[in-house]
């Protein structure tokens, strides 16, 4: 089975920078980068460049509302920046040892048991075997050390 890592829906990326507004209806928050640069941008999948700004936010990449449905930080480029290609091998912005993995049915609950702090060198095996489930519809990636969603990760068409 193919699958794919996906960044966030641009149209959702556009309407953030239009509004400037984050799921609970607040201000994002500005703020300019490190001179190394580092904050990982969820649309383009790359490191908000050195010297750039970057915008703080909470996120709900969800389209419904359960109480499975989690909100929490996410980071992109202050400025609009080009969606990153769905891919078949883990993004390089992914650079820390281990990440979260967990699957979801399609009603965006969690299926129990899936999740799993999972080796970067795994995660394409086991976002597989996951996915091969037929009551997994996606599943999401996140920070293992703070949960910050990264990016869905879809069975390929």
Same mark, same amino acid.
């Given at each position: 089975m193919r699958l794919e890592f996906h960044?966030?829906?641009?149209?959702?990326?556009?309407?953030?920078?239009?509004?400037?507004?984050?799921? *609970?209806?607040?201000?994002?928050?500005?703020?300019p980068s490190a001179e190394e640069g580092g904050m990982p941008c969820r649309h383009c999948l790359q490191n908000v460049p050195a010297g750039?700004?970057?915008?703080?936010?909470?996120?709900?990449?969800?389209?419904?509302?359960?109480?499975?449905?989690?909100?929490g930080p996410i980071y992109?480029?202050?400025?609009?920046?080009?969606?990153?290609?769905?891919?078949?091998?883990s993004p390089?912005?992914?650079q820390a040892e281990a990440y979260i993995l967990r699957g979801y049915s399609p009603?965006?609950?969690?299926? *129990?048991?899936?999740?799993?702090?999972?080796?970067?060198?795994?995660?394409?095996? *086991?976002a597989a075997e996951l996915l091969n489930r037929p009551d997994i519809a996606f599943v999401d990636l996140r920070?293992?050390?703070?949960?910050?969603?990264?990016?869905?990760i879809h069975r390929a068409d």
């Open positions: 960044a966030l829906p641009s149209e959702v990326v556009e309407t953030i920078h239009r509004t400037g507004l984050d799921s *609970y209806g607040d201000p994002v928050e500005r703020h750039k700004p970057f915008l703080a936010l909470a996120h709900r990449p969800f389209e419904g509302r359960n109480p499975f449905t989690e909100t992109l480029c202050a400025e609009p920046c080009a969606r990153a290609t769905p891919t078949p091998t390089q912005v992914l009603e965006e609950r969690i299926i *129990y048991g899936t999740g799993a702090v999972t080796p970067r060198r795994q995660l394409v095996d *086991y920070s293992a050390s703070n949960n910050c969603f990264l990016c869905r």
